[in-house]
């Protein structure tokens, strides 16, 4: 048989073998097949006999194949056994005598293959099949090491041992077995073995001792760091870690690395205690017990920096994150001390901020020399929740840089042990990571394992062994090391930051450490884990551990130490003086984004015009309403629309999908970016949209119109996302963020659906200007209407949003030329439900048009998209008109005779449409007046005020669909009520 031919067949086999592998090493039992002469069948017969040799039981595919390429490029290069049994099973012995002691000398052939004489056949010699399955042994040790060897890695400074949560043990009874059920004896030990190209513990060296294998697998897999890759199904990546872990010594540091490290953990160490001697009483969510976080974090910021990364943004929850914000963002102490002196903020603002409120600051790297901006996110007690927001705006960053690849701007995840665990959101936010409209394209993630979660027990807060399983999901490297030891902790924090930069993946830190005091300085964890934090009481601190190693080791002298610790405690001293001088504290400084140049370039009590021209509206109306260019085959359906769409064109006419496309492209023209998201957008839940045509016969091929409208055009990005609301409305809310002229919009698949984003909106869209002097632009589009779909998945839930809008209704509001926008000004986010195509193109635009930004609700129509009623005239879009907060009744007669009116009806969105169908048919027309409210926050007082004057002798109605206690009416009611008194008619009742 020809050697390809052999190749082939051998590969087959391999592939049996591994198919059975799965992460251990079974058995292979192939039935014995006849031969025939065919080349398919003789390759197959091969695979077959190879696959049957009973050497090969219990071996590993992958070490088979590499002896097997070595054999061919040079047979003197493996041991002569294999040598042996290549020849005879490329000769075509039969099924198990292919393996047989090898002849002194194989005569070749004239064809180059070798010729097996008679006496190959014998019975295969003793010796040489244990030397195989010694070789072989060896191999399995080295993978076992690999797969499982973190679960002996020690990695609790504690040592109490709760990492692993199998409570009966079986698990190290098995894994014993996995490792140490070969037949070797010590006086195996001294014995020389070959090294598989799989691992990188040799070196230069391609043969050690079993004693040392075993030596440098023990120190490489079960020391201070446990390192999980074995579950990545891609090879390069395995070995890339491999080789970071397992080459001798790539782990020691220079006497000027330690010298770093000891002076950013003696930084670490000696804020939180200077912290606690001035502010003994007060909450601050210290870092005691995992002080290496700052070295660790640094480390990442200086490789990340020199391999290109010039932005980093990070999330964080409480722990530690003072301390970040001075040592790590070196973010002035004078403004973090006043934060503990009860300063009330002299601009925006409210309280318990120190450790939720984020910064923005560029500063130049000491180790590359580069100019590096870092930011940390606000983040509310909800932990996990400020995950995608960073997510999002990290991604937003790298789309206004260009960065397509993620080079310049990274980002940087803190979690705790118990979040990391129980939230949510953290896996949804990992399955954000590798989509094309959502990846940041690699996060590193470090957990903060306090081995506890505020009093909670991992044996009773998790059920998997490891709180970091988690990133399995993603094939994400985790990294477990012991926090106690600072240089094993930089060590994986450089493969980290080399890892993201590499492969543009996540990966994941488990910093396995301790928390020193309660959940917070003033409370007492003895209460519910007396012995953990017994044995805390007599942990020594890391510093003064790594300090001795280096003594020790006469790296550093006591002196040295002496003068580190006192250089940086004159530091903290001079600037608590200084504190003492601030009479101000500026909310302002704590921003994670500013938006330099936005504000105060504009009056904030106008608007810029949301008209636009009819050259351009009917430009965008074409190209949106035009078939692709070319042989792009579209959908029948869509030819049907697109037709539909251009007569309503040409006859100067919108409906909800057009008026969407006017306002979006009217804005790409004047070099606004627009991004919607969402579930099924570019189609649209109810099928009105269609921003992505689909070619019909050909996969992956689009095309987009609204990316084809000018050619200097800002770009469009429509993308259909996970099936997640609440990692992808954090995502969007992020990336709204990051540049204040850019539309960004997220849009529920039904407008229920945004109950699992409440988080979201209640900790960061509703609040986040009072709470984190952050302004959002973000739109909600909530499709909403009871239209059968039952009492769960009808509504939108405007109840809660308007419950949550801080709209006063006691007073009634004095009122100006500016009163709209000085409303809009001061309200914290704005709520509409528009009933015309006209009202939603303005308030779209007009979102861009404000000299500010406030989050915008709207509750989209599902009905009305279609409704032959539901239209709007280009007249009502052109240069001049506007957003209509308020549409009045302007029926004829009612405008001719309104002291005829008998009920004044106010409502707002579908259920217009249904009353005015219903006063026609009760020949109503000129007694009942319908208003509409399109913007019910703020409320429209002064409109409403000369709606109620129209008509005298009208009681008022407010109609709506949604059950009274529901829908608008509670919110409603009050602020009609406050007109009424204002008008001295406080006798009139709201029906």
Known sequence: MHRAAFSASFKTANRLLRSLESGQFGFLVVRRQPTSTT???????????????????????????????????????????????FRNASADAEPGLAHQRPPTLFPFSAGGLPSVPASAAGLASVDSHRDI???????????????????????????????????????????????????????????????????FIGGGETVLSLREILKRLESTYCGHIGVEYMFINNLEQCQWIREKFETPTIMDLSVEKKKTLLARMTRSHKFEEFLAKKWSSEKRFGLEGCEVLIPAMKEIIDNSSELGTESIVMGMPHRGRLNVLANVCRKPLEQ???????????????????????????????KTNKTIKLAVVANPSHL??????????????QFYRGDTQ??????????????????????????????????????????????????????????????????????????????????????????????????????????????????????????????????????LPTLHKYAQKLIAEKTVTEEYVSQLNEKYENILVEAYKNTEKEVKMYNRDWLDSPWSGFFGTRSEIKCDPTGVSEEVLSHI????????????????????????????????????????????????????????????????????????????????????????LYPDQAPYTVCNSSLSEYGVLGFELGFSMTNPNALVIWEAQFGDFFNTAQCIIDQFISSGQAKWVRQSGLTLLLPHGMEGMGPEHSSGRPERFLE????????????????????????????????????????????????????????????????????????????????????????????????????????????????????????????VAITRIEQLCP?????????????????????????????????????????????????????
């Open 39 to 85: 080349p398919a069948s003789a390759a197959a017969a091969i695979a077959t006999r190879v696959a049957q040799e009973p050497f090969l039981n219990g071996s590993s595919s992958v070490y088979v194949e590499e002896m097997y390429n070595a054999w061919v490029k040079d047979p003197s290069s493996v041991h002569k056994s294999w040598d042996a049994f």
């Open 133 to 199: 399955d010694d070789h072989l042994s060896v191999q399995a040790i080295i993978r076992s090491y690999q797969i499982r060897g973190h679960y002996f890695a020690k990695l609790d400074p504690l040592n109490i041992n709760v990492t692993n949560l199998d409570r009966d043990g079986a698990w190290l009874k098995v894994y014993n077995l996995g490792i140490y059920s070969f037949s070797f004896k010590e006086k195996d030990m001294d014995r020389l073995f070959k090294l598989p190209n799989t691992t």
């Open 336 to 366: 973090i001390f006043a934060q503990f002196n009860s300063l009330e903020p002299a601009d925006e603002g409210s309280g318990d901020v120190k450790y939720h409120l984020g910064m923005s600051h560029e500063r130049l790297n000491r």
């Open 384 to 397: 996990e929740a400020v995950d995608p927001v960073v997510q999002g705006k990290t991604r937003a960053e």
């Open 406 to 539: 993620g080079r310049k701007v990274m980002s940087l995840l803190l979690h705790g042990d118990a979040a990391f665990a129980g939230q949510g959101i953290v896996y949804e936010t990992f399955h954000l990571s590798d989509l094309p409209d959502y990846s940041t394209h690699g996060t590193i993630h470090i957990v903060v394992n306090n081995q506890i979660g505020f009093t909670t027990d991992p044996r009773v807060a998790r059920s998997s062994p490891y709180c970091t399983d988690v990133a399995r999901v993603v094939n994400a490297p985790i990294f477990h090391v012991n926090a106690d030891d600072p240089e094993a902790v930089v060590h994986v924090c450089k493969v980290a930051a080399e890892w993201r930069a590499k492969f543009g993946k996540d990966c994941v830190i488990d910093l396995v450490c301790y928390r020193r005091n309660g959940h917070n300085e003033i409370d007492e964890p003895m209460f519910t884990q007396p012995l953990m934090y017994t044995k805390i009481k007599k942990q």
């Open 621 to 708: 109306g074409n190209a949106f309403s035009t078939p692709p260019p070319g042989n792009f085959k579209i959908h029948g359906g869509i030819k049907r629309i697109l037709n539909s769409r251009l007569d309503m064109v040409n006859n100067r006419t919108i409906d909800w999908a057009l008026a969407e496309a006017l306002a979006f492209g009217s804005l790409l023209k004047e070099g606004i970016h627009v991004r919607l998201s969402g579930q099924d957008v570019e189609r649209g839940t109810f099928s009105h949209r269609h921003h992505v045509l689909h070619h019909q016969t050909m996969d992956k091929t689009t095309y987009r119109p609204l990316c084809h």
């Open 804 to 927: 949550l809008c801080n709209a006063p209704h006691d007073e009634f509001p004095t009122i100006d030329e500016y009163f709209p926008l000085k409303q809009l000004h001061d309200i914290n986010q704005i709520v509409a439900n528009c009933s015309t195509p006209a009202n939603m193109f303005h308030i779209l635009r007009r979102q861009i048009a404000l000299p500010f930004r406030k989050p915008l609700i709207v509750f989209t129509p599902k009905s009305l998209l279609r409704h032959p009623s539901c239209k709007s005239s280009f007249d009502e879009l052109l240069p001049g008109t506007e957003f209509r907060r308020l549409l009045p009744d302007e029926g004829e007669q009612i405008k001719a005779r309104p002291e005829a009116v008998k009920r004044q009806i106010f409502c707002t969105g579908k259920v217009y449409y249904e009353l005015i169908k219903e006063r026609n048919a009760r020949g109503l027309d000129d007694q």
């Open 939 to 991: 409320f429209p007082f002064d409109l409403v005020r000369d709606e109620l004057l129209k008509y005298p002798n009208a009681d008022v109605m407010w109609s709506q669909e949604e059950h009274k206690n529901q829908g608008w009416f509670n919110f409603v009611l009050p602020n009609l009520q406050c007109v009424l008194k204002h008008l001295n008619k406080e006798d009139m009742r709201v029906l």
